[in-house]
């Protein structure tokens, strides 16, 4: 996400030949490099409060999420949980529901790539649904 608002905005000074960002009358981009810099101080605040609740230090936040034992397995937990929805009436309706909403992602990904949306966009938008 950095690098894609560091591209962006080299972008918008080069096409301006100003400060660019739409900051009128102020210095360059003032506002979008602030913006650049507050955006990650929640999360950071947010992984050292539980860090300090813990006792774990800065970063017991990684020891919380250890703890909840997720991982990237290729779709196979999920694979097997809605498999499991199967076995009763109205069980099997949550797992066409499941199915239903994978394919309801994949297919609104595919528009944002038809649409050509911005590159950092398209990568952020896998990187989450992934």
């Not at 894609?4 to 739409?22: D, N, P, Q, Y």
């Not at 929805?85 to 066409?96: E, I, Q």
């Not at 994949?106 to 989450?128: F, N, S």
Request: aromatic share 10%; hydrophobic share 50%; proline share 5%.
């Amino acid at each position: 996400v950095w690098a894609a608002a560091v591209t962006a905005f080299a972008r918008s000074r080069s096409e301006s030949g100003k400060g660019g960002a739409g900051d009128e009358g102020g210095a360059p981009g003032v506002r979008r490099v602030v913006g650049m810099l507050l955006a990650p101080l929640g999360a950071a605040g947010y992984v050292l409060w539980v860090g300090h609740r813990t006792g774990k230090g800065p970063l017991g936040y990684l020891d919380v999420q250890a703890g909840w034992r997720n991982g990237f397995d290729g779709g196979a937990a999920f694979a097997r949980f809605v498999a499991a929805k199967f076995t009763s009436f109205p069980g099997a309706l949550a797992g066409v529901g499941l199915i239903a909403g994978v394919a309801l992602l994949v297919w609104l990904y595919v528009v944002c790539v038809r649409q050509r949306q911005p590159l950092p966009l398209l990568v952020y938008a896998g990187l989450v649904t992934v």
